[in-house]
């Protein structure tokens, strides 16, 4: 049994083996869309790769809603090269579609880029009225520090990597604005059993700070989950083997109270994602920080919002 990856090229290189020695794997972080599903039924009996995070094709309709919600009409993407910013590319190009919408105009770069400033550039030639990122922490901050420097009040927005804090620190008051798809905020309202959570993490890495707060519930809930397989494993008195693990997390008989939610049978053998849209909220940029965008999603966020079981298997 494992609980990893991070980075969606990584993940979506590696599940294969997971899968070819039927050990089970859970990924509480990288959220490239089929990662989870790539070997569902029918595409294989049985499937060896769960997931706590939300996969990007739910991300991106979430962050699309947002899109049609404040009239923007010329999508610029900024995307990198990477798996994760190809098949972002993707996914946001289908979601647009669905809304007789298209990508204005793109820029590509690789990841460890040094300047995005003539990309920036571009984008403002081409007169797109929005800003979609489907990048990490640091090229984001190079997006940031490029807008904040051509003084182009364009509304930049994302996913859950938007929030990165390495994204955050590097980019300053640069960043302030940024809108990003998040299940778990640190700074805003949160219940007894997040606020100890929270106590706890900061506590171990001896920081007020939590560099992605997200990645660290989902993580948390990952190894609830595990945990709670074991236990009943061991209640019915069935030996413990990757077999037994699978078919225990596509059976879990009691809720898992975790930090995204509690999840009341979070898998089936069709669906390995246990977290839906419905669960997302949205996130702003401000002082360095990311907090709830709207009180309405942080005072709904204090009642775990439970799996929309329709989303789970997209």
């Given at each position: 049994m494992t609980i990893g990856y991070c980075n969606t090229g990584v993940a979506t290189a590696s599940i294969g083996i997971y899968q070819d020695a039927k050990v089970p794997l859970i990924v509480p972080v990288a959220t490239g869309s089929l990662i989870a599903n790539k070997f569902a039924p029918p595409a294989s009996d049985q499937n060896f790769i769960f997931r706590t995070a939300v996969p990007d094709v739910q991300q991106v309709a979430f962050m699309v809603k947002v899109i049609l919600k404040n009239g923007w009409q010329r999508v610029g993407l900024m995307a990198d090269t990477s798996g994760y910013g190809e098949f972002g590319r993707k996914d946001l190009e289908a979601e647009l579609a669905k809304h007789k919408l298209q990508v204005a105009h793109m820029e590509r770069f690789p990841t460890g880029i040094k300047d995005l400033r003539p990309h920036m550039e571009r984008a403002r030639a081409a007169g797109v009225d929005v800003l979609f990122t489907y990048t990490t922490g640091p090229e984001n901050a190079l997006i940031s520090q490029a807008r904040a420097d051509m003084k182009w009040k364009i509304p930049h927005i994302g996913p859950w990597t938007v929030g990165f804090g390495n994204h955050l620190s590097a980019a300053g008051a640069a960043a302030d604005g940024a809108l990003t798809a998040q299940t778990f905020i640190q700074d805003g309202?949160?219940?007894?059993?997040?606020?100890?959570?929270?106590?706890?993490?900061?506590?171990?890495?001896?920081?007020?700070?939590?560099?992605?707060?997200?990645?660290?519930?989902?993580?948390?809930?990952?190894?609830?989950?595990?945990?709670?397989?074991?236990?009943?494993?061991?209640?019915?008195?069935?030996?413990?083997?990757?077999?037994?693990?699978?078919?225990?997390?596509?059976?879990?008989?009691?809720?898992?109270r975790g930090m995204v939610t509690v999840h009341q049978k979070p898998f089936s053998r069709e669906d390995h994602e246990a977290v839906s849209q419905n669960m997302l909220v949205l996130g702003v940029v401000k002082d360095g920080k990311v907090r709830f965008a709207n009180a309405s999603e942080e005072i709904r966020s204090l009642i775990p919002q439970r799996k929309n079981v329709a989303e789970g298997a997209r």
């Open positions: 309202q949160h219940n007894f059993d997040r606020q100890a959570f929270l106590r706890n993490v900061t506590r171990e890495l001896g920081t007020d700070r939590v560099p992605c707060a997200m990645c660290a519930a989902q993580a948390y809930d990952a190894m609830q989950l595990v945990i709670r397989a074991i236990g009943q494993l061991r209640t019915q008195r069935t030996p413990l083997t990757p077999l037994t693990m699978r078919d225990a997390l596509e059976n879990l008989n009691e809720p898992v």
